[in-house]
């Protein structure tokens, strides 16, 4: 199973982009990266995810590299709402389980 | 949140008592997850079924089984609590296997 690796912790100033990184350079061909969020002590709440291609939706952005060893959320106009912990989680290959790990805890400030 | 419920959302208990935690979803998803959230491990998942009376085990599944007779309906028992497993408890959903989960609000369960 790919494990990833996030900062613990990262900071960014309101209306600027959130930029978060994730690095899982054992991803296997068939696995996708799933991206979530954390606010406060509310349930996680699903962002994006993605197998090759970048990918983007109403929330936010996806960038995977070409070798998809490591990719990057995007937060375009981060807003004080956006402060949360942000999973980046790879998809057990074959089965129908989601590992999380601990995560970046992304501060916006004003 | 999006159909699925979680109860009770708080309760405090004694060692060696049993506790239920019930989930609840009116989705008619297929898949059902039991994870618990401490500071510093962040989520870890105890149990999944993909399907009625279909379960199996997650990360940190000692202490615990879990039932599910209907689809709508996925048990977490803890037969004997312990101050260990004093945790905030999710439940999470998801109709396909394509792991976009849809969490309940969560079950914060003390045991003194």
């Known amino acids: 199973d790919a494990k990833t690796t996030q900062p613990t912790s990262m900071d960014c100033a309101e209306g600027r982009a959130a930029n978060l990184p994730c690095n899982h350079s054992?991803?296997?061909?068939?696995?996708?990266v799933y991206w979530y969020r954390q606010i406060h002590s509310q349930g996680p709440q699903y962002i994006i995810h993605?197998?090759?291609n970048n990918e983007t939706n109403e929330m936010a952005s996806l960038i995977i590299t070409e070798d998809r060893k490591s990719s990057t959320l995007i937060l375009p106009h981060a807003t004080l709402r956006d402060t949360a912990v942000y999973y980046c989680?790879?998809?057990?290959?074959?089965?129908?389980?989601?590992?999380f790990g601990t995560g970046t805890r992304l501060q916006v400030f004003p | 949140d999006a159909g699925i419920t979680q109860s009770p959302r708080h309760k405090v208990t004694e060692t060696g008592t049993p506790v239920t935690l019930r989930c609840h979803q009116t989705?008619?998803?297929?898949?059902m997850y039991w994870y618990r959230q401490d500071p510093g491990h962040g989520l870890r998942l105890i149990h999944y079924?993909?399907?009625?009376?279909?379960?199996d085990k997650g990360e940190v599944s000692d202490g615990y089984s879990v039932s599910r007779s209907k689809t709508e309906d996925f048990l977490l028992t803890l037969e004997s609590a312990t101050s260990s497993q004093t945790s905030v408890y999710f439940c999470?959903?998801?109709?396909?296997?394509?792991?976009?989960?849809?969490f309940g609000a969560g079950s914060r369960l003390t045991v003194l």
């Open positions: 989680i790879v998809r057990v290959r074959d089965t129908d389980k989601l590992i």
């Open positions: 054992t991803i296997s061909g068939n696995e996708y």
């Open positions: 993605g197998l090759k």
């Open positions: 079924s993909y399907g009625v009376k279909d379960t």
């Open positions: 989705e008619n998803h297929r898949y």
């Open positions: 999470a959903i998801s109709g396909v296997a394509a792991n976009v989960l849809t």
